[in-house]
């Protein structure tokens, strides 16, 4: 038996717009995402001669097949064509779960990620990304990670500049938000303000970290925002303490706010913790 361990950093969406829905039900996007410093930790034990099994301490996560964890192993081992025999998944979770930050495809992107590593990197980079996708939209973007304009459903990537250094801060309001329905919410809205991403490409070309956080724009935002004041909240308490910028990350309801300063985000979060049960300090990875 083998033990490797990867971590999963979560994602957020810089910009984030969405174009038509498709036939198949789903969204054209256009997103540039980034991954960041928060991360789950996967430990796989290759080769336990029992039954597969996930193993995760965070209720509500669930510790069987539905886990994206388990379709990213089966569809690695489908395509390698080996019977591993025998696999446990231990998922140490940090990311929020419904937060928008893709914990559960980070944690997917790690497990591939981790099992192409142990059987001497069999696909390269873009290969995984594409069997990635066939275990969910973000899984693609977490495999390869960094700073990427991410089209299609995701699957579509081109890899930018890095982002330059910064300090994050990211809050999980209590309230969750069903992806589905806010997709639907949005078929039915006229969007009125959309992200310029051909300028946010070229402000992180610039490495100018105040450019990119005055052009991150979410579609998404001003739906959820309309029903839940915290993320309103949020923004104000956040620019008062100096943020660059702040914004919802995908379909929430995470939020997160850009500092040029690790002193400046220690104190937003420490401000932020009377208000929220969640606050994590991040930076770009
Ligand atoms: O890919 P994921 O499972 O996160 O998507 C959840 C739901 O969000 C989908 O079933 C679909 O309703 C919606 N969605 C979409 N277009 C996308 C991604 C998700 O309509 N590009």
Known sequence: MTIVTEKAPAKLNLTLDVLSKRPDGYHDLQSVM???SLCDEITLQIGTGKPWEVRCDTEGVPCDSRNLVWKAAEVFFEALGENPAGLDIHILKRIPSQAGMGGGSADAAAVFRALNRH?????APLELAELGARVGSDVPFCVIGGTVM?????????????????QIVIIKPDFPVSTPALFRA???????IRPDNASMEQAIAAGDLKRISGL?????????????PEIRRFRSIAMACGALGCQMTGS???????LDSREKAEKLADVLKAEFSSVFLAEPV
């Open 34 to 36: 980034q991954t960041v």
């Open 119 to 123: 059987y001497g990197e069999p696909y």
């Open 150 to 166: 991410c089209e299609g459903r995701g699957e579509r990537m081109r890899p930018l500049d890095a982002m330059p250094g910064c």
């Open 186 to 192: 949005i078929d039915s809205e006229e969007i009125s």
């Open 216 to 228: 991150m724009c979410n579609v998404f935002e001003p739906v959820v925002s309309k029903d839940h």
């Open 252 to 258: 929430g309801s995470a939020c997160f706010a850009l």
